[in-house]
């Protein structure tokens, strides 16, 4: 299957720029994933589209201020996005190897670091061995080396907590789609966020507000809690033209015991699992087996949905509109039909429906 199979004409204008005022207020395509048959409603009609004994799996993870910016120890402003973090085993004093938790390795004299796998720019000035500066001396970092895809490995050296740091110093990392600032940081986490370790937004929950959430419990839903830290491969373009060559990217996840039960309860006793965003999709088919159970679990996926796949875990999806020729559509369209997708891509524009993380949703059923 060729990358080009899912390409689509999308008018600037239609890329959303600022969520709207009230989450709920987005609008929601409705596609019956077996006919291709579409209604237009909106996202507070959701607990009318649901039934009892439904499961609803939501993403919990919050996005980090992963954008920093700071100055090179040799003259010059730098802005740098962190995309993941790296696990590293190293020495101690002793000689023995050990395994620091999140990547911290707490020295001896009270300064720590962590490893992540950063954006840079301007990339020329920061070249292995480049050291930087963020706030007042706070935060402090040295690239390490440079990826064969332009990424940098980068250590930052501090004291303290560095999630704490980052809260203070850090910017929220948006898009590139989107160009307009953004007033309330709050607006690019979704209400239920807890875990901390995103650089992106899981953008299906955005639409959720509390009493939303409440109406649906109210009508004998089980809402569930999966985490998926997304990483900015999430928007990295499929470069290969036979996207089977596609190298996905990985992300870390985590599956409690008790979501695995109450999944695993729902379909028992005949009721829909539905997923909130490809996040938590992917963690779902990525914990079930052959038979349909899932498992408790934590760890990386890389997994690449795409037409073909035969789902294992969910029967419904809520999702936001996606990049053309991006693996999200590819997972879209592996749950949908790539027509009845792209067909449905067209009837969204047609009806000036709003794109990508800030825009209007879609239900798959």
Known sequence: MQKSDFNFSLPAELIAQKPLKSREQSRLLCMDRYSGAINHRHFYDLPDLLNEGDCLVLNDSRVLP???YGRLETGGVV???LLSEVFEIVHNTYGIRQTYQRG???GFDGVSYVLWE???KPGKKTKPGAKMIFGNGELTAKVRETSSNGTRLIEFNFRGDFLVILEKLGKMPL???IHEELEDAERYQTVYS???GSVAAPTAGLHFTKE?????KSKGIDIQYITLHVGLGTFRPVKTENIEDHDMHTEEFIISKETAAAVNRTKENGGRVIAVGTTSCRVLESCTDKSGTLHEKWGFTDIFIYPGYKFKCIDGLITNFHLPESTLIMLVSALAGRESTLNAYKEAIRER???YSFGDAMFIL
């Open 175 to 177: 898009p590139p789609y």
């Open 212 to 216: 939303l959430l409440e109406q649906i």
């Open 79 to 81: 802005e740098i996005v």
């Open 104 to 106: 911290l390795n707490p």
């Open 118 to 120: 950063c954006l840079t």
């Open 353 to 355: 429906y709003r794109f």
């Open 194 to 196: 807890k875990q901390l």
């Open 66 to 68: 992963a954008r920093l």
